[in-house]
């Protein structure tokens, strides 16, 4: 910040400290707040994190290619929570359920029959890397 | 009570988190420059891979047992040691920052009852919301924390947390310890501590205090206390500034053009510089050096420096930038490949404790003190070097980093994808 230049020819009573040299004092002058974006998205920032979405299995759930995720690894995972999952050598986002003994990752896209459920088995690498808190989306 | 927390193998911790395939397999992060190794993997330390081994001693290793490269990532690192203190914070009212991957907790008057427990529960906390395996070390000195710390290395029974505090226990461990691992015990002191029959720490604990300060002054007698459960190392919570700033590198390749060795010089000397003004300092010296390299041979070989002292001391950009350049144009010596170069700023003061008119005189050192802000301001804001002293070109240091993994967590080019 460039500190602003007070004119000189002022008696020192009548400077004015802002943006407004002479005149009516702003009544804002001592609000400092500021909507923080962060503070709304982010809740633990040591376990926040940010991935970008690649593919359109999951359009039906608001995640759309090219949108950013926040991923919240803090937090446990449940029966049908929206995860970060790394199986085999890749990231993926999927609805995380448990059947009986198998996991179960589901595909989010009515309209393309094509993509199915995931089902995890023990031969699969596989862990639940975190959790989807927020979708970040330019319209 | 004190905990000490120590992220295990942590450069290699941290490049583990965005490849969780890498877990199992040996792998190894290089230093600066890609010359040494300066993290391994437990399987590659199982491989012998030393620390600090020159990676080119090494390189049948890493094609032998595919061990997996990684230049080093300090953004990365930097970030997810930033993660772990976060996390610790919640733990403790206290926090000593010891290292990149050490942080003593101080646990006194914290209502905890089972301390074993609290251990467990940091290193688990920790692991879930980083991804990093930490080691929690709980006992009354710091010197005895390192050692329990260390345990939870040892043996994944404790899973990541060890509370040591029984004299009968502490005496056990402290026999096996291995005198020269301890806190304070440095390379120096263990040959004579050898001689005299000292091998482990037990041996140490052992001897007479009036020995100790004989052999090894008072720094000795306080690690000797410590390991008798005396607390006698300060609880270190606020930040120590530093007494001189180094930053240097080699180069990628070896540089012969005067001014392209200058724009490395003055980057080293402004990334100096902001360090010097971030931590409220200014100097009241600056030293200024080039070397060849010297695994060349038959070529001609030069190492010099240069000493620049300050008129009046300073933290300012310009003047520290300017003055770096114009000391490597002295010492530049055109017959010459330069390999290495680097500046060090000495001898400094906090800058609010140096006399008023030194600064408040001059306009134009007034001036200088804004330009200084400004950068950092406009640094800050945008990312470091997006303004930048002329002379320092583009910007970029020639340093080789072949095996760098993205910075994932502190730009958003580089965040991980996840592919759905």
Redesign the interface.
């Known amino acids: 910040m460039i500190p602003y230049e007070i004119e000189e020819t002022l008696p020192a009573e009548n400077w004015m400290v802002g943006d407004v040299k002479a005149g009516f004092p702003s009544p804002a002058e001592d609000v400092h707040e500021k909507l923080d974006l962060i503070k709304l998205l982010v809740r633990n920032p040591a376990s926040t994190f940010f991935f970008r979405i690649d593919g359109v299995s999951m359009v039906d759930a608001a995640m759309d290619e090219g949108d950013i995720i926040i991923v919240d690894r803090s937090m446990e995972p449940f029966n049908g929570c929206m995860a970060v999952c790394y199986i085999d050598g890749g990231y993926t986002v999927k609805r995380v359920e448990i059947h009986g003994k198998e996991l179960h990752l589901l595909p989010a896209n009515e309209s393309n029959v094509s993509y199915k459920p995931i089902i995890v088995t023990p031969d699969n690498q596989f862990m639940v890397w975190g959790l989807v808190t927020y979708v970040i989306k330019k319209v | 009570m004190y905990a000490l927390a120590d992220c295990n193998n942590f450069f290699v911790s941290c490049e583990r988190v965005f490849r969780?395939?890498l877990n199992g397999k040996p792998v190894i992060v290089l230093s600066n420059n890609d010359g040494c190794a300066v993290a391994r993997s437990n399987e590659a330390k199982a491989l012998g891979i030393k620390m600090g081994v020159p990676f080119f001693k090494i390189r049948h290793l890493v094609e032998k047992h595919e061990i997996i490269v990684f230049s080093g990532n300090m953004a990365l690192y930097g970030d997810m040691s930033r993660?772990?203190r976060?996390?610790l914070q919640e733990f403790a009212p206290s926090l000593e920052v010891y290292s990149i991957d050490e942080v003593f907790l101080d646990l006194h008057g914290m209502p905890i009852e089972d301390f074993g427990k609290y251990a467990r529960e940091i290193s688990r906390?920790c692991l879930?919301?980083?991804?990093i395996p930490v080691s929690i070390g709980i006992s009354p000195t710091k010197t005895l924390a390192k050692i329990a710390s260390k345990l939870c290395k040892q043996y994944p029974k404790l899973q990541g947390g060890c509370y040591m505090h029984r004299p009968e226990d502490i005496e056990k461990v402290l026999r096996k310890f291995p005198v020269e691992d301890v806190w304070g015990i440095g390379r120096r002191t263990t040959p004579k501590l050898y001689q005299r029959g000292i091998r482990t720490a037990f041996d140490f604990v052992k001897m007479d205090e009036e020995r100790v300060r004989a052999l090894m002054g008072i720094t000795g007698v306080r690690t000797h206390r410590e390991l008798r459960g005396i607390p006698c190392i300060k609880f270190e919570d606020s930040v120590v500034t530093k007494q001189s700033i180094c930053v240097s590198s080699s180069f990628s390749k070896e540089i012969t053009d005067c001014r392209d060795l200058c724009s490395q010089v003055a980057n080293f000397a402004a990334k100096a510089a902001e360090k010097l003004r971030g931590q409220g300092s200014v100097a009241f010296e600056m030293v200024v050096f080039a070397m060849t390299n010297r695994f060349h041979e038959n070529v001609p070989q030069a190492y010099k420096s240069i000493l620049v002292p300050f008129v009046e001391p300073t933290g300012e950009q310009r003047t520290i930038v300017g003055a770096a350049v114009a000391a490597l144009r002295e010492l530049y010596d055109a017959r010459m490949s330069y390999k290495k170069a680097g500046v060090v700023i000495t001898r400094l003061e906090q800058r609010n404790q140096i006399t008023g008119s030194l600064f408040e005189d001059s306009e134009a050192a007034k001036r200088e003190s804004?330009v200084s802000y400004?950068i950092d301001?406009i640094n800050q804001q945008y990312g470091h070097g997006s303004i930048r002293i002329g002379v320092q070109g583009d910007g970029s240091i020639h340093k080789l980093s072949e095996h760098r993994s993205p910075h994932?967590?502190t730009l958003?080019s580089d965040?991980?994808?996840?592919?759905?």
């Open positions: 969780p395939d993660r772990v976060l996390t906390i879930r919301n980083t991804g804004r400004l301001s994932y967590t958003w965040i991980p994808t996840a592919s759905i």
